[in-house]
């Protein structure tokens, strides 16, 4: 089977920079998704790895490691807009499956 | 900007009864998925195509849900009849390359 573990929450100030951690158990991994989903919203794509190291899209980065089974979101810079929730996603190998976590949710203050 | 369509936003209805959700993926799009989504958790995908064809539907309820895709394009998801569980967000998406464009869901309360 398929497991994803995520921080449930995690809080942060405005300017300020978060990570959030996403290690799994899967078989037939192949890359390492991440989405943003506000409140009442859909999830909305962000980043992609497929090999390991970094991946940067503006003020949002995303890293894998196969070797540890393990990918993180680094958001910069946070914003008030940037409260949402946060799923990572393992891509399976074949008809590029999904498997998402749970979703963390971050809450950024003034 | 093209954008996966989803009908209808709400639905409300009774248990026993049945539903029908609608969707239109992104045009050009041969990839098409369903997915449940409980409050507080993440997207669970129930049925995925490849243009007209079922390519999994392994986490499907194949006794009460059926979906469709008879030319390719656009979608049906149907539950029949519809139980207290099944109170969900029920989303569509389509994909082009790694990333996947999600409808704006169809939000079901069985009562």
């Known amino acids: 089977g398929q497991s994803l573990e995520q921080p449930s929450e995690v809080t942060a100030v405005e300017g300020a920079i978060v990570q959030i951690n996403c290690t799994y158990q899967t078989s037939g991994f192949y890359g390492l998704s991440w989405y943003q989903q506000h409140d009442g919203g859909a999830p909305t794509f962000l980043s992609y790895n497929g090999l390991d190291g970094l991946e940067e899209t503006g003020r949002f980065s995303s890293f894998l490691s196969r070797s540890d089974s393990y990918g993180y979101l680094l958001l910069q810079e946070l914003q008030m807009k940037d409260s949402a929730s946060y799923f990572c996603a393992v891509r399976l190998t074949g008809f590029q499956k999904l498997v998402f976590g749970t979703g963390t949710r971050l809450l950024v203050s003034p | 900007e093209a954008e996966v369509a989803q009908s209808p936003r709400y639905k409300i209805t009774e248990k026993s009864q049945a539903v029908a959700f609608w969707c239109d993926p992104i045009s050009g799009h041969a990839t098409l998925y369903w997915y449940r989504q409980i409050l507080g958790q993440g997207p669970e995908l129930l049925v995925q195509?490849?243009?007209?064809?079922?390519?999994?539907d392994s986490q499907l309820p194949k006794d009460r849900f059926s979906a469709e895709r008879l030319k390719g394009v656009d979608s049906t998801l149907k539950i029949q009849p519809a139980e207290l569980g099944d109170s969900a967000m029920y989303l569509c998406a389509s994909a082009s390359g790694e990333t996947q464009y999600f409808g704006p869901g169809t939000r079901l309360l069985v009562l």
């Open positions: 195509f490849q243009d007209e064809s079922v390519v999994d």
